[in-house]
């Protein structure tokens, strides 16, 4: 199982990229493949998918949307591309909210997504996401918030202080600002 691959985006396509890592280059399907840049070093968050004889990479910028992507594709009737349709054209917290919300309509303006299939996330989804504990945070935020939780605090914890850190800091400034102002 893959969790991320870290490495080079070498091609750009309307539905994937090709990532080297180690001179191996990963076909990766991906929801918006124009959010990456040729040529740059990138962490692209991984799920091996493997049906009968499909046997495909989905990759991901954050984490957060390899989360919601799994919870989708738990849900029966939605699959890969369905899943896929959703996180290319909505955020996660947008998504997240519509779930909890009961919000079907916002759910349906998706490609493969109709009544039927918007009810069915509703039922399965609803009531097992926490917003927030899926606050949206990048880089060295995702770093410091994954050091956190290691040391023993919560992501309700951790999500309370995150907008309070200055991000033009390194991870190790940033860590210790966290946890000056956790122990407060």
Do not use: C, W
């Not at 180690?22 to 070093?41: D, H, Q, R, S, T």
């Not at 919870?71 to 591309?81: A, E, M, N, R």
């Amino acid at each position: 199982m893959y969790e991320y691959i870290k490495g080079k985006v070498m091609q750009i396509t309307p539905k994937n990229i090709v990532l080297d890592n180690n001179n191996i280059g990963y076909l990766l399907i991906v929801p918006n493949p124009y959010a990456f840049k040729k040529g740059e070093e990138t962490t692209v968050y991984i799920h091996q998918y493997i049906r009968d004889n499909i046997v495909e990479l989905y990759g991901f910028l954050k984490a957060e949307e390899k989360e919601l992507f799994l919870k989708l594709i738990s849900v029966s009737g939605i699959g890969p591309k369905s899943a896929l349709s959703i996180l290319a054209l909505g955020s996660v917290n947008q998504v997240y909210e519509a779930i909890e919300s009961r919000n079907d309509t916002y759910l349906r303006k998706f490609p493969g997504i109709g009544p039927k299939a918007s009810q069915q996330i509703i039922l399965d989804l609803k009531g097992k996401i926490n917003l927030v504990e899926n606050v949206l945070v990048s880089g060295k935020l995702e770093e410091v918030s994954e050091a956190l939780i290691a040391l023993g605090y919560s992501k309700k914890e951790i999500n309370k202080i995150l907008p309070k850190l200055d991000e033009t800091e390194n991870e190790a400034t940033l860590l210790k600002m966290a946890l000056k102002l956790l122990t407060k």
